[in-house]
């Protein structure tokens, strides 16, 4: 079974520069997840689909940030425009509601820095 | 903001040693989650405990909760270089996918 897949694994912009971010989760994952992870801290939700609907942005800076997920299943995630605060890891996730168990599955992240 | 925090910050230990890590939250749980993250295979789900469970093993991995003090550890037994990575707990409060901790920087010396 092919895990979430995610791209760039990596990107350098300068601030006030736009960036996108694409996920594809897992075959058959009705939720997907965006995280954003600093530096020395833990994840931290920003968006989370059901099927192509938004479930919860409620900590999602939408001055800036804002994502889609068209046909319920690919999703990105665009920053425009970026600020130095905004490097990070960029963690997307997927989950089945018949595995709660199984947890979330995460893709490898990508590393944005803003400079 | 965190919802949940582990102690210890970082953690050093000898191959063959018994690791336990702690978790403390806030809010009311559905389940907590812990999870595993180094820079080779992302992060990585490890084991997830209910609200009504009070221990739960996996492999070398103990979980236990205590809903009356909102606190969670999780125990890796004889560790090996291969389990050096940070570890997060995660709260499922139904409300929100999931909260992570600060997280526990476990370095397994060989």
């Known amino acids: 079974e092919a895990g979430v897949a995610q791209s760039p694994r990596y990107k350098i912009i300068e601030k006030r520069q736009s960036v996108a971010f694409w996920c594809n989760p897992i075959?058959?994952?009705?939720?997907l997840y965006w995280y954003q992870q600093i530096l020395g801290q833990g994840p931290k939700l920003l968006i989370q689909?059901?099927?192509?609907?938004?479930?919860?942005d409620s900590q999602l800076p939408k001055d800036r940030f804002s994502a889609e997920r068209l046909k319920g299943v690919d999703s990105t995630l665009k920053i425009q425009p970026a600020k130095l605060e905004d490097s990070a890891v960029y963690l997307c996730?997927?989950?089945?509601?018949?595995?709660?168990?199984?947890?979330?599955?995460f893709g490898p992240g990508t590393r944005l820095t803003v400079l | 903001s965190q919802q949940g925090e582990e102690d210890p910050q970082a953690l050093s230990i000898q191959e063959g040693e018994n690791a336990t890590m702690n978790c403390s939250y806030k809010?009311?749980?559905?389940?907590l989650q812990w999870y595993r993250q180094n820079s080779g295979r992302g992060l990585v789900h490890l084991i997830l405990?209910?609200?009504?469970?009070r221990e739960k093993h996996s492999g070398r991995l103990r979980v236990t909760l205590d809903t009356s003090k909102k606190s969670s550890s999780l125990l890796i037994t004889a560790s090996r270089a291969a389990d050096t990575a940070s570890y997060f707990c995660?709260?499922?409060?139904?409300?929100?996918?999931?909260?992570f901790g600060s997280g526990t920087r476990l370095q397994v010396q060989p």
């Open positions: 996730a997927s989950s089945t509601p018949r595995g709660p168990a199984m947890g979330q599955f």
């Open positions: 075959s058959g994952h009705a939720t």
């Open positions: 689909f059901q099927n192509n609907g938004v479930v919860d």
């Open positions: 809010t009311s749980i559905n389940n």
């Open positions: 405990i209910r609200s009504n469970e």
């Open positions: 995660a709260t499922d409060t139904g409300r929100r996918a999931l909260t």
